[in-house]
């Protein structure tokens, strides 16, 4: 299992980024996938999940109506695409799934947010 995030920058308060996640290794189509975020000096958190039948999404409050997860399964891609970002959208911002109880990462891309 691989995946690679893309996208991260920096980017003045009120603005938008949009992040990639690319997977490999396994059947994406079948399986859950989240992105999670990492600020300084804080617990890494769920920012948003999306199903694999249906695309059910999934937001923490801090970002509901900011956020939008998406995913493309004929490219092993999930996105999530971010507006009105504020200082506090600040972090490190990791792809995630779960395959047979097994927690996959990757390596995370930082996101400022700073005038």
């Known amino acids: 299992v691989q995946l690679v995030e893309s996208g991260g920058g920096l980017v003045q308060p009120g603005g938008s980024l949009k992040l990639s996640c690319a997977a490999s290794?396994?059947?994406?189509?079948?399986?859950?996938m989240r992105w999670y975020r990492q600020g300084p000096g804080k617990e890494r958190e769920l920012v948003a999940s999306i199903g694999s039948v249906g695309g059910m999404t999934n937001y923490a409050d801090s970002v509901k109506g900011r956020f939008t997860i998406s995913r493309d399964n004929g490219k092993n891609t999930v996105y999530l695409q971010m507006n009105s970002l504020k200082p506090e959208d600040t972090a490190m911002y990791y792809c995630n799934t779960v395959r047979y109880s097994i927690n996959y990462w990757g390596k995370g891309t930082l996101v400022t947010v700073s005038s």
């Open positions: 290794g396994f059947t994406f189509s079948r399986y859950i």
